[in-house]
């Protein structure tokens, strides 16, 4: 048994400083010593057992913010050895790969239309990010309490896999919140106030609208047409009018480029972009330059079912919160938002003022950050 020492001399590193402690110990009994010891260093955060995160898990990025900060910035995309089912690349890395692969490597999305389509691609790719985190600050791996936003129409089926992913990937607890509520929180609105807000979040796998009062969302329209579907819009347009074969990658590069929601941009708009590719019929190498009012053009199906669903959900609103969203305007969120002349074609068709948000990329983000601060107080908007 345990009774006493006489000194006990140790180091400890933390943010790059180094704590010499010398206890001088007389007649002290051990156990007293190092329960000392653990709740000091508790405070310091060295000891600490569970690690607070905010996930926005997004078809095209994930971000993940811990302590305030964004920590972890990058595609939702992994690379997988077929031989051994190891991962061999994420985020970046991975999205380098894509279309570039042997056959004993794999590049998978794994989630489609805003869900999880490959359950064992996710759990790698959660875990992955997650050790990204910096975490020199503990000496032990801590529990993971997680928030995670996830599409305001998702299944309880779906909403159980991303739960379960989040579970085999470490979280011990948790939560989710609706991602139109969590774009409202990163915007900035007070959704707690009794005052009706519009948020249209445009993702890659899905478009998210909602109609928010009193902490809680009134209308909500959930539709799968968002950037996937206008990445695959171009590679078809170019497909059939240029005759030219075009990938993912090449598709996302011109819709970045001048991708466009309007035929005139004005003096705002962009250059014209060169895209390079072979010819579909002879193989040939091709090149053709692309202007944003063909995008337009290749792109205006898919606008007018997010204009559609938009009217919808304002059908469905009760009018006293309409005349709030036509004083207030509609925010716009995701990275949908940043499609050019986007808001202003919205304000003419439905006549609201629509508003991009401020750096629409990371308003869920944001906003699940949000909530993981205020997990008690906003416990009615976690599922």
């Given at each position: 048994?345990?009774?006493?020492?006489?000194?006990?001399?140790?180091?400890?590193?933390?943010?790059?400083?180094?704590?010499?402690?010398?206890?001088k110990l007389h007649n002290t009994p051990n156990?007293?010593?190092?329960?000392?010891?653990?709740?000091?260093?508790?405070?310091?955060?060295?000891?600490?057992?569970?690690?607070?995160?905010?996930?926005?898990?997004?078809?095209?990025?994930?971000?993940?913010?811990?302590?305030?900060?964004?920590?972890?910035?990058?595609?939702?995309?992994?690379?997988?050895?077929?031989?051994?089912?190891?991962?061999?690349?994420?985020?970046?890395?991975?999205?380098?790969?894509?279309?570039?692969?042997?056959?004993?490597?794999?590049?998978?999305?794994?989630?489609?239309?805003?869900?999880?389509?490959?359950?064992?691609?996710?759990?790698?790719?959660?875990?992955?990010?997650?050790?990204?985190?910096?975490?020199?600050?503990?000496?032990?791996?801590?529990?993971?309490?997680?928030?995670?936003?996830?599409?305001?129409?998702?299944?309880?089926?779906?909403?159980?896999?991303?739960?379960?992913?989040?579970?085999?990937?470490?979280?011990?607890?948790?939560?989710?919140?609706?991602?139109?509520?969590?774009?409202?929180?990163?915007?900035?609105?007070?959704?707690?106030?009794?005052?009706?807000?519009?948020?249209?979040?445009?993702?890659?796998?899905?478009?998210?609208?909602?109609?928010?009062?009193?902490?809680?969302?009134?209308?909500?329209?959930?539709?799968?047409?968002?950037?996937?579907?206008?990445?695959?819009?171009?590679?078809?347009?170019?497909?059939?009018?240029?005759?030219?074969?075009?990938?993912?990658?090449?598709?996302?590069?011109?819709?970045?480029?001048?991708?466009?929601?309007?035929?005139?941009?004005?003096?705002?708009?962009?250059?014209?972009?060169?895209?390079?590719?072979?010819?579909?019929?002879?193989?040939?190498?091709?090149?053709?330059?692309?202007?944003?009012?063909?995008?337009?053009?290749?792109?205006d199906k898919s606008i007018s079912k997010i204009?559609?669903?938009?009217?919808?959900?304002?059908?469905?609103?009760?009018?006293?919160?309409?005349?709030?969203?036509?004083?207030?305007?509609?925010?716009?969120?995701?990275?949908?938002?940043?499609?050019?002349?986007?808001?202003?074609?919205?304000?003419?068709?439905?006549?609201?003022?629509?508003?991009?948000?401020?750096?629409?990329?990371?308003?869920?983000?944001?906003?699940?950050?949000?909530?993981?601060?205020?997990?008690?107080?906003?416990?009615?908007?976690?599922?």
């Open positions: 048994m345990l009774t006493s020492i006489k000194s006990i001399n140790f180091v400890v590193q933390k943010s790059h400083l180094r704590f010499h402690l010398n206890y156990l007293l010593i190092i329960i000392y010891i653990f709740f000091s260093y508790t405070k310091m955060g060295l000891f600490s057992l569970t690690q607070e995160i905010a996930m926005d898990l997004g078809t095209a990025n994930t971000v993940i913010i811990c302590n305030d900060k964004i920590v972890v910035d990058q595609p939702s995309i992994v690379a997988i050895d077929n031989r051994t089912q190891k991962l061999e690349a994420i985020g970046s890395k991975a999205y380098q790969m894509r279309g570039k692969t042997n056959q004993n490597i794999s590049v998978i999305r794994p989630l489609r239309d805003g869900v999880i389509a490959d359950f064992n691609a996710a759990e790698l790719m959660i875990r992955g990010l997650i050790k990204m985190i910096p975490n020199k600050s503990h000496l032990f791996t801590p529990s993971l309490r997680m928030v995670v936003g996830i599409p305001s129409g998702s299944t309880p089926v779906e909403m159980r896999a991303v739960r379960d992913s989040a579970e085999h990937a470490g979280g011990r607890d948790v939560y989710m919140i609706p991602e139109p509520m969590a774009a409202a929180l990163g915007i900035g609105i007070d959704v707690e106030a009794p005052e009706g807000n519009m948020v249209v979040d445009i993702g890659g796998g899905t478009t998210e609208i909602a109609v928010i009062s009193l902490g809680g969302i009134c209308t909500d329209r959930s539709i799968r047409i968002a950037g996937d579907e206008f990445t695959a819009d171009i590679m078809d347009y170019m497909f059939r009018q240029h005759n030219i074969k075009v990938g993912e990658t090449m598709a996302e590069n011109i819709k970045k480029n001048v991708g466009s929601a309007l035929i005139d941009l004005g003096d705002e708009a962009p250059d014209e972009f060169i895209v390079q590719g072979p010819n579909r019929i002879t193989s040939l190498p091709m090149e053709v330059p692309v202007s944003y009012q063909e995008i337009a053009h290749a792109l204009e559609a669903a938009i009217l919808a959900a304002l059908e469905d609103t009760p009018p006293e919160i309409y005349a709030d969203l036509v004083n207030k305007g509609i925010y716009l969120a995701g990275g949908g938002a940043l499609l050019k002349g986007l808001a202003k074609r919205l304000t003419d068709k439905i006549q609201i003022q629509f508003h991009v948000a401020e750096d629409p990329l990371r308003a869920v983000a944001r906003g699940t950050g949000i909530a993981l601060k205020n997990v008690d107080n906003f416990r009615f908007l976690l599922r």
